[in-house]
């Protein structure tokens, strides 16, 4: 990175081991940081890669949390204005 004149930007960046949970047993020990030069990274519970949340066992769970979590909102909020459209919008289901 430095080569390319990149650098991380440390409020950003997160890391999580991932693999098999046998693999991830014997990673427990093994130290909760990374330091790349001279930046320092905790190990994240999950991580966002392209708007998806990971987790270290690779499980969707906490995305589909969060999916459904913003659709259950943005349904509610679309009932706070249904009263406000006509009834051709409202039966156009």
């Known amino acids: 990175m430095s080569a390319n004149r990149l650098k991380f930007n440390v409020d950003k960046t997160e890391f999580v081991w991932t693999g098999s949970e046998r693999n991830l047993q014997s990673l427990r ?3 909760k940081t990374l330091t790349l030069g001279t930046d320092t990274f905790d190990v ?3 991580v966002r890669v392209c ?7 690779l499980s969707l769970e906490k ?4 999916v459904s ?3 259950f ?6 009932r706070r204005i249904r009263r406000s ?7 156009n289901r």
């Open 73 to 78: 909102f943005q349904l509610r909020q679309l």
């Open 69 to 71: 979590s913003i659709c």
């Open 51 to 57: 708007d998806v949340i990971l987790t270290p066992d």
């Open 44 to 46: 994240a519970d999950s």
């Open 63 to 66: 995305h589909v949390t969060a």
């Open 29 to 31: 020990n093994c130290g």
């Open 85 to 91: 459209l006509d009834g051709e919008t409202v039966a």
